[in-house]
């Protein structure tokens, strides 16, 4: 079982920076892919970025590469998601989760691949 609480979201005006964290449990984290979706409202949750255990190979949204930097440090047990020039339309719920790995350059894209997630977290971005 692993448990996953985000902190960092807020209230930001456009253009500015955010900083996600997902802390999770357990003694095991380097064996979980990791990734960060978000749920507007009226909107289905949608993938933001996605990491492989070891955090060598990363993924993205079209909606946010070039802005937004997913990484994790495995002796802290968490995730990170590095959101900058954030837009309007990147106000979201957004959430983390994870899914053991069937292998060290595995990541995952699909929310349904994923079995552990957090409650999330508010970013809210002011035009």
């Known amino acids: 079982q692993v448990q996953l609480v985000e902190s960092g979201g807020g209230l930001v005006q456009a253009g500015g920076s955010l900083r996600l964290s997902c802390a999770a449990s357990?003694?095991?984290?380097?064996?979980?892919?990791m990734g960060w979706f978000r749920r507007a409202p009226g909107k289905e949750r949608g993938f933001v970025a996605a990491?492989?255990?070891?955090?060598?190979?990363?993924s993205y949204s079209d909606s946010v590469r070039g802005r937004f930097t997913i990484s994790r440090d495995n002796a802290k047990n968490t995730v990170y998601l590095q959101m900058n020039s954030l837009k309007p339309e990147d106000s979201a719920v957004y959430y983390c989760?994870?899914?053991?790995?069937?292998?060290?350059?595995?990541?995952?894209?699909?929310?349904?691949?994923?079995?552990?997630w957090g409650q999330g977290t508010q970013v809210t971005v002011s035009s």
């Open positions: 989760a994870a899914v053991r790995s069937s292998g060290s350059s595995y990541y995952y894209t699909d929310p349904v691949s994923y079995v552990y």
């Open positions: 357990g003694r095991t984290f380097n064996w979980y892919a």
């Open positions: 990491i492989s255990t070891s955090g060598g190979i990363t």
